[in-house]
Nanobody, 120 residues
Framework: VQLVESGGGLVQAGGSLRLSCIVS????????MGWYRQAPGKQRELVAT????????NYADSVKGRFTISRDTAKNTMYLQMNSLEPEDTAVYFC??????????????WGQGTQVTVSS
């Protein structure tokens, strides 16, 4: 199983970026997929999650109304559309997937991260 993020970069405050996370390998039953971020000197924090069926989403209060998480099952890809970016959004963004493999065993996979830098 492999998760590969892309789409990070440098953007001015008020700008937008769209992150992508391509998932490859046998995932069994996906329970939830999500985006997390970690700023320098801070703990990793949840940004947004989406259920395996894509029906329910959840957002951190700090990004509500600005970020949108989505998933394209046919492309095995998860997205994070980030609008109205603020310098406080600067961090390494990681994608994550949790679920059960075909043997009924739980898994928790992470991507390698993509840097997002927002300049003021």
């Amino acid at each position: 199983v492999q998760l590969v993020e892309s789409g990070g970069g440098l953007v001015q405050a008020g700008g937008s970026l769209r992150l992508s996370c391509i998932v490859s390998g046998s995932m069994g039953s996906i329970a939830v997929m999500g985006w997390y971020r970690q700023a320098p000197g801070k703990q990793r924090e949840l940004v947004a999650t989406i259920t395996g069926g894509g029906g329910r989403t959840n957002y951190a209060d700090s990004v509500k109304g600005r970020f949108t998480i989505s998933r394209d099952t046919a492309k095995n890809t998860m997205y994070l559309q980030m609008n109205s970016l603020e310098p406080e959004d600067t961090a390494v963004y990681f994608c994550n997937v949790k679920g059960l493999n075909r043997y009924g065993e739980g898994y928790d996979y992470w991507g390698q991260g993509t840097q997002v830098t927002v300049s003021s």
